[in-house]
């Protein structure tokens, strides 16, 4: 995994060392407890049975506190939930490699040597796998734990050489289970990364129209339908723009289906420089029509933009190849305060409209809808234009046709 996703994941990386360092928590105070106690150390060294006791119960008790309230803290500061982390995990360690030092040097301990040294391998081989994500941390807690035993070793009880020796190759090996770990970890988290990658991505192709890379029908009727809920209850305007390519077929005809494919792109190129705000949306409707959707833009607004985008393609050529392609749209535009008893097709229906008008009128040019939204009462097929029998509606008439 790269630095730069680990930066990433750093949050998520607390959240798993202080979730996998839970059972640490009490591990203290019972290890402690069993040996002091159970062994009578308490009687023959109350001074110092006891007070570590009460340290160990301090500590795991602030260790606690801490696993309640990390998440706040790091959404606080995360420097300061890394150094509390850091300290809860390092202040018990510090006790503990403490009381084990004491136990191999001092005087009198020969009786709980042997079960300190079981313990403290115990502990150290939890703390490698609960840290295991983070080498620094876990090297930290090993150096802190067992390295002033092996100096006390050195210094003072050279009779003790073979279990410094021992402790060397536990040390050893130690590392080896850490390095494995830590590299598991990691693993199985970048593979987590890249699955979400997978899926987003996935995701933004179910959304984008494949040909000119902006959003699909499919996934612009979703959109409407959330911009229409929030126009609802805010009462927000929302625009519409509807537009078509005039006389498409004549250029699929003509120069063939690439140059007409290659025109299609050209003039969604177009639509993506002329509508930049991050709640404008565009999207390609079906076959050479599109649709933009502008939330909050007044309809005169909205038609001023329309003028300069119609201006702006039919202005322009596109090239295909060693043609170059040239042709206007046409756009109808319609502008409502949503209302979530009406469906939102209603708005759809009016610059759909106001569309098929500027086509009947002659083409390359926009026009806008004076029809305001019907009663919330009316039923929605009433806005619907009856058409002859056998005859299809001026809607359903172009889908790749002009």
Same mark, same amino acid.
């Given at each position: 995994m790269t630095p730069e996703l680990k930066v990433q994941f750093r949050e998520r990386l607390i959240q798993d060392l202080a979730e996998r360092s839970i059972p640490g928590i009490p591990a203290y105070i019972a290890l402690w407890s069993v040996i002091a106690f159970a062994t009578g150390f308490h009687h023959s060294h109350p001074a110092v049975a006891y007070p570590a006791w009460i340290g160990f119960l301090v500590v795991s008790s602030l260790r606690l506190l801490y696993q309640l309230l990390y998440k706040n803290l790091y959404r606080f500061g995360p420097k300061l939930g890394d150094g509390?982390?850091?300290?809860?995990? !390092?202040?018990?360690?510090?006790l503990w490699?403490?009381?084990?030092?004491?136990?191999?040097?001092?005087?009198?301990?020969?009786? &709980?040597?042997?079960? !300190?040294?079981?313990?403290?391998?115990?502990?150290?081989?939890?703390? !490698?796998?609960?840290?295991?994500?983070?080498?620094?941390?876990? &090297?930290?807690?090993?150096?802190? &734990? &067992?390295?002033?035993?092996?100096?006390?070793?050195?210094?003072?009880? *050279?009779?003790?050489?073979?279990?410094?020796?021992?402790?060397?190759?536990?040390?050893?090996?130690?590392?080896?289970?850490?390095?494995?770990? *830590?590299?598991?970890y990691w693993?199985?988290?970048?593979?987590?990364?890249?699955?979400?990658?997978?899926?987003?991505?996935?995701?933004?192709?179910?959304?984008?129209?494949?040909?000119?890379?902006?959003?699909?029908?499919? *996934?612009?009727?979703?959109?409407?339908?959330?911009?229409?809920?929030?126009?609802?209850?805010?009462?927000?305007?929302?625009?519409?723009?509807?537009?078509?390519?005039? *006389?498409?077929?004549?250029?699929?005809?003509?120069?063939?289906?690439?140059?007409?494919?290659d025109y299609l792109k050209g003039v969604a190129a177009i639509l993506k420089g002329a509508f930049k705000r991050c709640s404008d949306v565009i999207a390609r409707y079906g076959g050479e029509e599109f649709a933009v959707l502008l939330p909050g833009t007044p309809l005169e607004d909205a038609a001023a933009m329309a003028e300069n985008l119609r201006q702006a393609i039919a202005s322009q050529t596109v090239k295909s190849g060693r043609i170059r392609l040239k042709a206007t749209v046409s756009l109808g535009l319609a502008s409502v305060t949503p209302d979530f008893r009406i469906p939102p097709e209603q708005l759809v229906s009016l610059a759909d409209k106001a569309l098929y008008t500027a086509k009947n009128k002659g083409r390359n040019q926009v026009q806008c809808a004076d029809a305001p939204l019907p009663p919330a009462n009316a039923p929605f097929l009433a806005v619907v234009e009856k058409t002859p029998a056998g005859a299809l509606p001026d809607s359903k008439k172009k889908v790749v046709g002009g």
């Open positions: 509390l982390f850091l300290t809860s995990v !390092m202040i018990p360690a510090g490699g403490g009381l084990f030092t004491y136990c191999i040097a001092g005087p009198e301990t020969a009786t &709980i040597r042997p079960l !300190m040294v079981m313990a403290t391998a115990g502990l150290c081989s939890g703390a !490698m796998s609960s840290f295991a994500p983070d080498r620094k941390i876990a &090297i930290s807690y090993l150096a802190v &734990i &067992i390295l002033p035993a092996c100096s006390s070793i050195i210094v003072f009880a *050279h009779d003790l050489m073979p279990l410094f020796y021992l402790m060397l190759v536990f040390i050893g090996f130690t590392l080896l289970q850490l390095s494995r770990g *830590h590299r598991e693993t199985a988290l970048g593979n987590e990364a890249a699955l979400a990658e997978k899926t987003r991505q996935l995701e933004d192709i179910s959304k984008i129209d494949a040909l000119t890379g902006i959003y699909n029908r499919r *996934h612009f009727n979703q959109i409407l339908q959330f911009e229409w809920k929030r126009g609802s209850r805010e009462k927000r305007l929302l625009t519409l723009i509807m537009m078509d390519i005039d *006389h498409f077929k004549h250029i699929n005809d003509t120069y063939g289906h690439l140059a007409g494919d």
